[in-house]
Nanobody, 125 residues
């Protein structure tokens, strides 16, 4: 059973930076991709960033240029940093493991992602 646990500072000032971590039990290497998602009230869950087994990264248009995702396979941790946060970035952020990367990774139904964390709330004030 794979468990993912997100952590990071929950409150950020507008214009500030965000740093999240996701610890993956059982190891990262076994998963073909890892990703970050977010969901805010009244909005559908959306993909934020994805990193595949080769380390190639992908970002949604809403965060491109402001986000960076990386992974530490020795520590089994996935990271997300974002800069210049705005109120629209406030959401619950989730990490997930995926069976494969696809060109439509950032939009529903996210069927290739099979394990999800509980999410961590990020507020922007």
């Amino acid at each position: 059973h794979v468990q993912l646990v997100e952590s990071g500072r929950g409150s950020v000032q507008a214009g500030g930076s965000l740093a999240l971590s996701c610890t993956v039990s059982g190891g990262i290497k076994r998963h073909n991709c890892l990703a970050w998602f977010r969901e805010s009230p009244g909005k559908a869950r959306e993909g934020v960033a994805d990193i595949d087994s080769d380390g190639d990264t992908y970002y949604s248009d809403s965060v491109k240029g402001r986000a960076l995702t990386s992974k530490d396979t020795a520590k089994n941790i996935l990271y997300l940093t974002m800069t210049n946060l705005q109120p629209d970035d406030a959401a619950i952020y989730y990490c997930a493991t995926g069976r494969y990367h696809s060109g439509s990774w950032y939009k529903p139904p996210f069927s290739q992602y099979d394990n999800w964390g509980q999410g961590t709330q990020v507020t922007v004030s």
